[in-house]
Nanobody, 125 residues
Framework: VQLQAYGGGLVQAGGSLRLSCAAS????????MGWFRQAPGKEREFVAA????????SYADLVKGRFTISRDNAKNTVYLQMNSLKPEDTAIYYC???????????????????WGHGTQVTVSS
């Protein structure tokens, strides 16, 4: 599986961005998909995850209520809608796929076996 994230950019605080992650491979629809982010000098952290059928989602407390993860299996794409952005949301955002689809561990970085190149999100104050 190859993943390509895009849609990042520079936005003012309070603004919105939508990230997309296009996946190759016929088994995309069976994977748990996640978004993670890494700010300068910090470890990569969980942002959001979505179950294979979109029926369940999970969010980090820091983004809950502001970010929404969704997926379109027909397009092999997962999205991250980010609203009410804050300067502390500035980071490189990565999408990832868990082929084992273990939902109970969907917030754990180590569970994901495929990673895309990140896309930079910068929020100015």
């Amino acid at each position: 599986v190859q993943l390509q994230a895009y849609g990042g950019g520079l936005v003012q605080a309070g603004g919105s961005l939508r990230l997309s992650c296009a996946a190759s491979g016929r088994t995309f629809s069976s994977y748990v998909m996640g978004w993670f982010r890494q700010a300068p000098g910090k470890e990569r952290e969980f942002v959001a995850a979505i179950k294979w059928n979109g029926g369940s989602t999970s969010y980090a407390d820091l983004v809950k209520g502001r970010f929404t993860i969704s997926r379109d299996n027909a397009k092999n794409t997962v999205y991250l809608q980010m609203n009410s952005l804050k300067p502390e949301d500035t980071a490189i955002y990565y999408c990832a796929a868990d082929s084992r689809a273990k939902w109970s561990s969907s917030q754990l970085l180590r569970e994901y076996d495929y990673w895309g190149h990140g896309t930079q999100v910068t929020v100015s104050s």
